[in-house]
């Protein structure tokens, strides 16, 4: 039996992919090994939002070098948003990454993994792989994740679309995966009941832009989402998904959200809804209009605070965390001043702060200057994240005396971590076995990001 080793790098989305890319190898009759020594196929699921990124998986891939010189039929296979286009090396038109890394041997658009099969004969016409019939190019979300690849038995990623619209202009992402298209409800309901049916207890959904579910050019012009009217087709999706709570299923989030799509319907079903969670990972990326426009992120600084508002009247327990990138090309000291005291003034309970690095292929790489040096980009970052653990710990005090409910993801020993409702981080102690079990804890230490507390 053929062997595979799976690296995995980026985001949410990526490691859901992932998921499905094993359940297919699987299918071909690969088995699952945990070196990459032992492998005969290794595939690399990639992200390219940032140069770093995949300069780091192309030097890790150069290492296997000696490798291949011990397993000649060694097949290496890179995937994910790096690829622009699905070919073997012996294919008349090539990726650029074939060209570019002679340890390659294939390339993969993470949709059109159902290629594999046919890539893996183009460079192997004697391989054995187990013959499976090709699906069309449309069915890769119909792969369905086996149990054997979720990494958890209590929690899932369900991913809902593929791909964005938005084109913000520091991001590769809708040139790596094209635009976005959303999946059926049907599809992603069948998927959801079986998920619970399993004993998943919480779904994360997914997209580049989850909550534009629906709403993106090709959605709207193939009317996929007619028949819903005037509601949001993200709305009806939470409402369905709600009703699996009789079926188990104790708990709905997702990631990442779009400012722009924040509209009040979505706001009133988080309130409403007794799966949704009070947490909400909203990004803003910065704080200023100017900076806001150079990005392409098409909302101003007070539409954003508005939906802040909103959701804070409406869920008044509700956490939210963000992202924020400082020194985006022409960023002032004016306007990173302004970043500064808007994340200040919207009290986000965590952050995830960036500095800005050049692209290549974005149109901030094409048409702006990466002009803030890294000296003022690093003081930029260190003056936001004090401030980010200043507020943080602050927040994080005002649990204390409270009981939450854990849902347990890691237990060593007695020790067991897991996350509250708000999505914090909490750990405690039990001599029972408690994976996977939702349990009441109260808390009595905050610190370093971490709720400590006892079993209720």
């Known amino acids: ?18 998921e499905r890319m094993e359940t297919y190898l699987q299918a071909l009759g690969y088995k699952k090994v945990e070196a ?42 890179i995937a994910g948003c790096m690829v622009r286009k699905s070919s073997s090396r012996y294919s008349e038109t090539r990726d650029r990454l074939l060209t570019r890394v002679r340890e390659l041997d294939i390339a993969l658009r993470t949709e059109e993994l159902p290629k594999l099969a046919e890539l893996i004969r183009e460079i192997d016409p004697n391989s054995t792989i187990e013959a499976i019939e090709e699906e069309s ?86 009317e996929i989402f007619k028949h819903l009217g005037e509601k949001e087709p993200f709305v009806h999706l939470l409402e369905e998904l709600d009703k ?14 779009h400012p722009k799509d924040m509209s009040d319907q979505l706001i009133d079903a988080m309130a409403s809804l ?62 990173f001043e302004t970043t500064y005291k808007f994340f200040e003034e919207m009290d986000f309970e965590h952050g995830y702060i960036s500095r800005y690095s050049d692209r290549k292929g974005t149109t901030a790489n094409r048409f702006m200057n990466d002009n803030i040096s890294a000296k ?9 994240n004090d401030l980010l653990k200043k507020k943080s710990q602050k927040i994080l005090e005002k649990f204390l005396g409270k009981n939450v409910n854990v849902l347990v993801e890691e237990q060593e020993g007695e020790l067991c971590t897991g996350r509250c409702e708000n999505y914090k981080t909490v750990q405690f102690k039990s001599g029972r076995d408690l994976l996977g079990e939702i349990v009441p804890v109260k808390i009595n230490d905050a610190k370093d990001w971490v709720l400590i507390g006892e079993l209720v």
């Open 274 to 335: 007794e799966t949704q969670m009070p947490y909400l990972h909203l990004p803003v990326q910065a704080g200023h209009d100017d900076t806001l426009k150079r990005m392409n992120r098409p909302y101003t600084v007070e539409q954003y605070r508005s939906v802040i508002k909103k959701l804070r009247e409406k869920i008044p327990e509700i956490s939210i965390t963000t992202d924020i990138i400082v020194g985006f090309c022409d960023e002032t000291d004016e306007e």
């Open 376 to 384: 003022v980009k690093s003081e930029r970052w260190h003056k936001v």
């Open 1 to 18: 039996m053929p062997k595979y080793y799976i690296q995995t790098y980026g985001c949410q989305m990526n490691y859901s992919d992932s």
């Open 36 to 77: 990459m020594e032992d492998a005969d196929l290794i595939l690399f699921n990639t992200c390219s939002i940032k140069q770093k990124a995949e300069d780091k998986v192309l030097g890790q891939i150069k290492k296997l070098r000696a490798i291949k010189k011990n397993n000649p039929d060694l097949k290496v296979v």
């Open 244 to 257: 699996l709570k009789e079926k188990g299923l104790k708990r709905v989030r997702w990631t990442s959200p």
């Open 137 to 222: 190019l449309e069915d890769y979300f119909k792969i369905e994740a086996s149990n054997s690849t979720y990494k958890s038995k209590t929690q899932a990623f369900l991913p809902v679309s593929n791909g964005c619209d938005k084109f913000c202009t520091y991001c590769i992402v809708p040139f790596s995966r094209g635009r976005e298209k959303s999946r059926s409800l049907e599809e992603i309901l069948r998927d959801a009941e079986e998920l619970v049916e399993k004993g998943i207890k919480e779904i994360t959904l997914i997209g580049q832009t989850v909550n534009s579910y629906g709403l993106g050019i090709h959605d709207q012009e193939q």
